[in-house]
């Protein structure tokens, strides 16, 4: 029984963000489709339980920071639907007043420093973060997400190579889809497992089935109680798939149906759903759950239909910082 080792209410959770997240993406999709929304939407169907399983691990104190495939991540630390489809509607009731977009909605209260439209421009942010956090003597930790194409970029190890000598409270958090858009993980780089890279900055690496919440979830706890107490990051990599493509209207010529049709056997959303049935819980609390997001959805949908597009005077509001105002989180 789970139950035995998570309260109910927990991992209710786990399945209510996973579905909202899966939801939210396949309702953004639709309203590109409708009009409502303009621009590119990298979705992160598929992905849901490497989001949720780190997130739950982090405190609300705690600062991440995303990528362009970032709704899941931005939902799982507590995002309201509502902002963000306004934001992806190019609302001034968006996260940031309707003129970033996907790629860089950001919650500050939330400890949200970012989706980011750089790849692996994320990590030295989270790195800075967390050195922020030990200079100051706080117990928080940053938490990078990033995805396997991340792992090759030079932002990547500069960090590492500073977050391992300073033993900084941050966790390299890579999402491994196998793809870097069309390229496969394996025509860039020579290494199967890419937490073998924390080796040689000198702290350890986890591999974990990132299609299971419950696996994320203990190795996330596992490297955010070590960057607590001061010894320093960890590299934590979840295996896991995109269902869709690496942007909406990717016409997906370099997989097979056969490879994507394997890994939808493995599609986090209906395993989770099945184990918490298997285990007693009742199937009318999971569709309360799932009527409940729907409902919430269809009200984000309004709520952004509804709002007033950014005025143009606003234009340089928000491009730079008020350094004057002091710590930003
Ligand atoms: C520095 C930089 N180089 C290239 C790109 C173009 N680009 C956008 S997403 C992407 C692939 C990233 O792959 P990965 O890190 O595995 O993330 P995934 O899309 O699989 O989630 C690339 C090359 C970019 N946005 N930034
Ligand atoms: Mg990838």
Redesign the pocket.
Known sequence: MIQQNYPKEQLLNFYRTMRLIREFELRAINERRSGLIPGFI?SCVGQEATAVGACAALRSDDIITS???GHGHLIAKGGEPRYMMAELAARSTGYCGGKGGSLHMTDFDLGILGAN????GGIPMATGAALAFQMRNEERVALAF?????VN?GAFHEAANLAGLWKLPVIFFC?N?L???GTPQNKQAPVADLSLRAEGYGFPGIVVDGNDVLAVYEASNTAVERARAGKGPTFVEGKTY?FRG?YEGDPMVYRTKAELEAWRSRDPLPAFRNRLLDNGFAATEIEAIEADIQASLDQAVEFAADSPPPEPETALEGVYADTHEGRVF
Not at 117 to 120: L, R, S
């Open positions: 990298h990528t362009h495939r439209g750089i790849v692996a990033f995805g396997d194409g991340a970029e999402e889809n793809y870097g858009e995109r690496h």
